[in-house]
């Protein structure tokens, strides 16, 4: 009896000390699909409220049926399909409690604050701003800004289904109807090509479009049944002196990064996953072929080079990995410290998930280049809801400035952040300013390019909101674009 006692008391004292702890349930069960995320990244409501339910739902727990009754039909094709909201328990529910204890236990009981950054000024420096607003199109949310490269027209498509070709001096030339927003246009030699979304609000449906317009305006569908495109570039990678596309359908719970050859319209998927928001196209090996520099958002976040390595084969080499909440939202790629090789800007700021709250990791971050595609962070400055940044020699300096817009802007220094212009004081220091930007602008998309062919770079803003209502009741349309001119030739 005494011999039995023992192995019982030596079996439970076993099982006792093998028990997982609640981190280490984190790390196994949230690293299989992400990088793991690390409980100071969000505060004990946002865990407690918005990520910590959504998981028990993606990992088989909690109330599946009521959730499938609450999302779109679409939605619920695509969940099914994928498996996202499983039937069968993938860990129980004692192990998600203390997945759940430890991240409640460990966050903070409010967001973070942000470090400390460079001061925000209103001087309006060498530009001169100005507005945009449709006299009968209350509906005019932009999606997409593109500034032609030879004459004096900006493309601008509006999630109202049209798409606006205005003049240097911002006023509407031509209107054209779209099926859907335009939310990408490209001009390549003497072709102009337009990326069609299909619906804007998160989705998987293949709606979305290539068209490519005629000399006498004509849509013409191209390559069809895309999900929820945001990018397309193009060069020849077969050499059939044809230029081939390379589309982001960045999607929802579906995506992919995908090569459509220009002759005969074969499809190459490079990559299925959703989250591609924009590629650059270069031959970053030095070995003649052009590869890709891709930027991921969603869950798996981060930046990946596609090596080409001929007949249509490419290899994926991760560069940066983010946090599953970093918001990336778009990569911006330029030589910033002039030593000759390509750095990486990015981007993050993207807030309408499942985590919103102040983060203070949104902002503007630079990636340099050691020479041999290594990078490592050398410059940030934080900023709520970061959404594009470019880099152009605005001042005619011989360096480069930044421009910057957030969408997801708080606001709450005192000074508007929803657009931000940085002056290149050599060394990786900035002059910051919102050149004097008034309130009221939530802007979605930018644009910085020569507007009006005077040779300099201005500044064009898309603004993303709903009709400006009186108070009177009646509705009225709500501002589209503002734009810099550039005063310093």
Not at 269 to 285: C, E, F, H, P
């Amino acid at each position: 009896m005494r011999i039995v006692a023992f192995v019982f008391l030596a079996l439970f004292t076993f099982a006792c000390s093998t028990k997982k702890t609640g981190e280490e349930l984190a790390k196994e069960n949230c690293s299989s699909c992400h990088k793991f995320p690390d409980p100071s990244l969000l505060d004990k409501k946002t865990w407690k409220d918005g990520v910590l339910p959504e998981m028990s739902l993606r990992l088989g727990l909690g109330d599946r049926f009521e959730l499938l009754t609450r999302i779109s039909e679409e939605q619920y094709q695509s969940a099914i399909q994928m498996d996202i909201y499983p039937s069968i328990a993938k860990i129980s529910q004692e192990e998600y409690d203390l997945i759940a204890e430890y991240y409640l236990k460990n966050a903070p009981e409010k967001p973070l604050p942000q470090k400390k950054r460079s001061p925000i000024t209103s001087d309006p420096l060498h530009f001169e701003m100005g507005s945009f607003i449709s006299k009968t199109d209350g509906m005019g949310g932009v999606t997409s800004i593109r500034v032609h490269p030879t004459k004096k027209e900006t493309w601008v498509g509006t999630r109202s289904n049209k798409l606006w070709i205005l003049d240097d001096k911002m006023k509407l030339k031509s209107t054209q109807i779209t099926k859907s927003p335009i939310s990408l246009t490209q001009f390549k030699g003497d072709k102009t090509y337009l990326l069609a979304i299909g619906k804007m609000h998160p989705n998987d449906e293949k709606l979305g479009n290539l068209l490519l317009v005629s000399n006498k305006g004509k849509l013409t569908s191209i390559v069809d049944s895309l999900k929820r495109p945001v990018d397309i570039q193009l060069s020849d990678f077969n050499g059939d002196g044809v230029d081939d596309f390379v589309i982001c359908e960045f999607g929802y719970e579906q995506g992919q990064l995908v090569l459509v050859d220009g002759k005969t319209g074969k499809r190459n998927i490079l990559k299925m996953q959703a989250g591609s928001r924009n590629v650059v196209i270069k031959d970053y090996t030095k070995d003649g072929k052009p590869d890709l520099l891709v930027l991921y958002g969603q869950s798996r976040e981060g930046v990946s080079l596609f090596i080409n390595k001929g007949m249509g084969v490419f290899v994926e080499k991760p560069l940066l990995q983010f946090d599953s909440v970093f918001g990336s939202s778009f990569m911006e790629v330029a030589d910033l410290n002039k030593d000759g090789f390509d750095d990486i800007i990015i981007s993050n700021g993207d807030n309408a998930d499942y985590s919103r709250s102040k983060k203070a990791y949104h902002g503007v971050h630079l990636y340099l280049n050691d020479g041999r595609n290594n990078f490592s962070e050398k410059y940030f400055y934080p900023s709520y809801g970061a959404s594009k940044t470019v880099a152009r020699d605005f001042d005619k300096d011989g360096d480069l400035d930044l421009a910057m817009i957030a969408f997801f802007a708080e606001n709450d220094k005192g000074k508007m952040e929803s657009f931000l212009y940085f002056q290149n004081q050599g060394n990786l220091q900035f002059k910051v300013s919102n050149l004097n930007i008034p309130s009221g602008g939530k802007y979605i998309m930018m644009d910085a390019a020569d507007m009006d062919k005077d040779g300099d770079i201005d500044i064009i803003l898309g603004n993303y909101m709903y009709d400006v209502v009186k108070p009177s009741g009646k509705m009225i349309p709500g501002l589209q674009l503002t734009y810099f001119k550039n005063l310093i030739h």
